[in-house]
C-alpha cells in the first residue's frame, strides 16, 4: 500500500510517493512553485481558485509515476504546508495550542478530490496551529514526524526546535507537548535585503571564495555587534564595508546570514540563559551549518541535537502517516 505526502509550503513544492508498510519513499518530485507563486496567478473567487490548485497539483502528481494513479489501489493524498490557507488551495481554521503533538491534535479536511486521473483517491488537508500571537503551517506535521523519528521520550523536559525556513519556527516543547512558539522573518528578509534593498548591489558582486579565516573573522564582528544591541545597525555596515574595503559578494551573503540568523538565535539565547536547556536545529545542510555554528557560540551551555539531511527529510512524510495510521484506527472512527 501506497500514499503520497505532499509538503506545499510559501515558496517550495514537493510530493513524495511512499511505500507505507516499509516506510520508503519511492520518488520524490519537487519545484520551487510554493502557494505564493501560483496564488498570483491564481483566481480571486475561492470555488474558482481551488479548482486551479487541484489541476496544478494533479498534473505535478502525474510525475510521479505509474505506481501514484495505478486505479487498482488508489494511494490516499495528504497535504500539508501553506496549501491549507488563504494563499493555497482552501483556507481550514487552525487547530488550537498549547498542545499535545498527536496526530488527534489536528485538523483533517477530508471533503476534498482532485480531476483525472486521481478522482476517487482520498485526499486530507491538514491545518496548521495558533496560538493567541502566532500560526503555523506545515511544521506541525514536520514537528510531529521529529518526535516519532528521534524516539523523543514524553518526559516533561523542556526542548527547543529551531526549524530554518522562509519564516523560522522556534517551538518549546515539554515531552511531547507544544508549550509555545515563535516565528521569525529570517529566510524572507534575506531574500528581500538581496533583491530589493540598498544592499542588493553589493550581496550580488563577484568576489573571492569565502575562506574559513574569513567565517571566523565575519563572525566574531557581527556577534559582537548583536550582544551590544547593534544588529540592525550593522546591517548597514555591509554596505559601508563594501564602499572603504571592498567587501561584497560571498563576504556580504555571509554577514548577512550571520547578523539574520545571529539575531534569531540571541533572541533563543536569553529564554534559556537560566538553564543548559536542550536545543534542536533541524534544516537543510547549508544554512543548518550557519545555524549550528551561531548556536554553538550563542548557547555554549546547551545541549545542541543537530538533525541530519536523510532524517530531516522524512520527517514531513513520518508526521503524514502518523496521521494516515491514526484516521484508520478504532479510536478515529468512534471520534466520527
Request: aromatic letters at 4%; hydrophobic letters at 45%; proline letters at 4%.
Amino acid at each position: 500500500m501506497h500514499f503520497i505526502s505532499v509538503d506545499w509550503g510559501t515558496s517550495s513544492f514537493r510530493a513524495r510517493l511512499v511505500d507505507r508498510s516499509k516506510r520508503k519513499i519511492i520518488q520524490t518530485i519537487s519545484s520551487l512553485e510554493g502557494c505564493k507563486i501560483l496564488a498570483r496567478s491564481a483566481p480571486v473567487k475561492e470555488i474558482d481558485r481551488e479548482q486551479f490548485f487541484t489541476v496544478f497539483l494533479a498534473e505535478k502528481l502525474l510525475k510521479l509515476g505509474e505506481e501514484a494513479v495505478n486505479r487498482n489501489s488508489l494511494c490516499p493524498i495528504i497535504i500539508s504546508g501553506m496549501a491549507s490557507s488563504a494563499i493555497g488551495l482552501r483556507n481550514l481554521p487552525y487547530a488550537k495550542a498549547p498542545c499535545w503533538l498527536s496526530p488527534e491534535a489536528l485538523l483533517v479536511d477530508s471533503n476534498l478530490s482532485l480531476p483525472a486521473p486521481f478522482e476517487g483517491s482520498r485526499v486530507l488537508l491538514v491545518s496548521g496551529l495558533s496560538s493567541s500571537d502566532n500560526v503555523m503551517r506545515g511544521e506541525e506535521c514536520e514537528l510531529l514526524g521529529l518526535i516519532d523519528l528521534l524516539a523523543i521520550p514524553n518526559d516533561g523536559r523542556t526542548r527547543h526546535v529551531v526549524l530554518p525556513g522562509t519564516h523560522s519556527k522556534q517551538v518549546a516543547l515539554a515531552g511531547h507537548r507544544l508549550l509555545s512558539f515563535r516565528t521569525y522573518m529570517t529566510g524572507e528578509l534575506f531574500e528581500l535585503i538581496s533583491k530589493h534593498s540598498v544592499l542588493s548591489v553589493t550581496l550580488n558582486q563577484d568576489s573571492a571564495p569565502l575562506r574559513d579565516s574569513d567565517q571566523r573573522e565575519i563572525e566574531d564582528r557581527c556577534l559582537e555587534s548583536i550582544i551590544a544591541g547593534l544588529g540592525l545597525s550593522s546591517l548597514f555596515h555591509i554596505r559601508a564595508r563594501h564602499l572603504l574595503e571592498d567587501c561584497c559578494g560571498d563576504q556580504a551573503k555571509y554577514a548577512l546570514s550571520v547578523l539574520l540568523i545571529g539575531l534569531e538565535l540571541a533572541a533563543l539565547a536569553q529564554q534559556t540563559a537560566a538553564n543548559s536547556s536542550a536545543v534542536i536545529i533541524a534544516g537543510s545542510t547549508t544554512i543548518s551549518d550557519i545555524y549550528v555554528r551561531l548556536a554553538r557560540r550563542l548557547l555554549p551551555a546547551a545541549d545542541l541535537t543537530v538533525i541530519q539531511s536523510t532524517i530531516l527529510d522524512a520527517t514531513v512524510v513520518r508526521g503524514h502517516q502518523l496521521i494516515l495510521d491514526y484516521l484508520a484506527s478504532p479510536q478515529a472512527r468512534q471520534r466520527d
